[in-house]
């Protein structure tokens, strides 16, 4: 099956700096990337759709300004968390859509634990 | 009320036990229906999806959609350890522009 890579698997950084995380499809070409965030013994929750070539659209609630979605390429999408503090502190995960093809076909990375102190 | 309702467990059974993992729903303009599996501090994992109510087959497991019923099924014959996982279903409806809304997720057991 496709493959999507998300790097770093784990990150810890001081509160005030900024972490990026990256989401790569190896094996296709991905026009829609899903960011989510995944609280303790909560289920996913969108943050943002980021489409290639244009500019994401975030979920009611998420700053956009603090979470900055980048979608270049066809293959790749980051997330950077700006000045972040111990409240970012979760598992933030991604996943793509494969072009042409309709959601119910969504490939997960492995995910991000971030740890701010 | 939540869109999509699912125990959150933990359901703990023996090793080689029938798993039953359920969801419902209160929309009906839901069209596709999905499980996935998530084991823990990883993402998750497609497991099927289905888009009609009847019964899927794949290998061990079986997903079960009732529309009627507004009902959504996982079962798992002859669990084993390996199983042991959180399992989220997630449904779609065209109305919402193919966003996937998510259960809470059941936390599974299986017990050697």
């Known amino acids: 099956g496709a493959v999507v890579s998300q790097h770093p698997s784990w990150v810890i950084c001081k509160s005030g700096t900024s972490v990026k995380i990256e989401c790569r499809s190896l094996?296709?070409?991905?026009?829609?990337m899903f960011w989510y965030r995944q609280f303790p013994k909560q289920s996913l929750m969108l943050m943002a759709t980021?489409?290639?070539?244009?500019?994401?659209?975030?979920e009611q609630g998420v700053e956009k300004d603090k979470f900055l979605i980048n979608h270049a390429s066809l293959t790749l999408s980051t997330l950077t968390v700006t000045s972040a503090h111990p409240e970012d502190s979760s598992f933030y995960i991604c996943?793509?859509?494969?072009?042409?093809?309709?959601?119910?076909?969504?490939?997960f990375g492995s995910g991000t634990q971030l740890s701010v102190l | 009320q939540k869109e999509v309702e699912q125990d959150p467990g933990p359901l703990s059974v023996p090793e080689g036990a029938i798993v039953s993992l359920n969801c419902t729903y209160s929309?009906?303009?839901?069209?596709?229906f999905m499980w996935y599996r998530q084991y823990s501090r990883k993402g998750p994992e497609l497991l099927m999806y289905?888009?009609s109510s009847g019964n899927k087959e794949d290998g061990r497991f079986t997903a079960q959609v009732d529309k009627s019923s507004k009902y959504i099924s996982l079962f798992i014959r002859d669990s084993q350890p390996s199983d042991s996982a959180t399992y989220l279903c997630?449904?779609?409806?065209?109305?919402?522009?193919?966003?996937?809304?998510w259960g809470a997720g059941t936390k599974l057991i299986i017990k050697p």
């Open positions: 996943s793509a859509r494969e072009a042409g093809a309709a959601n119910e076909k969504l490939f």
């Open positions: 094996d296709f070409q991905a026009t829609t």
């Open positions: 980021s489409n290639e070539g244009s500019k994401a659209t975030y």
């Open positions: 929309n009906s303009a839901f069209q596709y």
């Open positions: 289905t888009y």
């Open positions: 997630a449904m779609i409806h065209m109305d919402s522009n193919y966003q996937l809304i």
